[in-house]
């Protein structure tokens, strides 16, 4: 249990990028990659063309409800971390992570609400050197997923 790495993916809207959540998950070793929210669950073609089979090998759950998730991952003295650009986020290289962690990314255009980045016990932000204040959902997890993983080796 000290290593886990966990993903939750909440309320992602575009099935192609939950299909880019499991092969990044895949990629990652994710132990657990959790959807939840309205996030579509496999088996669906969208999800399938982009996960290449990682949507048949990456552990899943489905979770209606994050907050149930969050009040049970908390209980097992998980660390919970959210990618998020808000008042309260720090550039993701200033995180030492602290396992076992699961690490919440958001809707496409809204992103994680301010309940749920209130329940963080870090929220994470790239940083954007152009015009756009923030990168895909899926390329955004895997910056984050992989500099978060490195503490793992």
Not at 59 to 73: A, D, G, I, M, R
Not at 86 to 106: C, E, M, N, Q, T
């Amino acid at each position: 249990m000290h290593m886990k790495f966990y993903l939750i993916a909440h309320n992602i809207r575009s099935l192609y990028n939950v299909g880019t959540m499991f092969r990044t998950a895949d990629a990652l070793g994710i132990d657990q990659l959790f959807l939840t929210g309205y996030t579509g669950c496999p088996p669906r073609k969208e999800i399938s063309k982009v996960a290449l089979g990682a949507d048949e090998s990456v552990p899943w759950q489905h979770y209606k409800s994050l907050t149930y998730l969050l009040k049970k991952l908390k209980a097992e003295g998980v660390s919970i971390i959210i990618l998020e650009k808000s008042k309260a986020s720090v550039d993701y290289r200033k995180l030492k992570p602290k396992f076992p962690l699961a690490l919440i990314v958001g809707n496409e255009v809204r992103g994680v609400s301010t309940d749920t980045l209130k329940k963080a016990d870090k929220i994470i932000e790239l940083p954007m050197k152009g015009i756009k204040e923030s990168l895909n959902v899926g390329v955004a997890l895997g910056a984050a997923g992989y500099y978060i993983d490195s503490f793992r080796n």
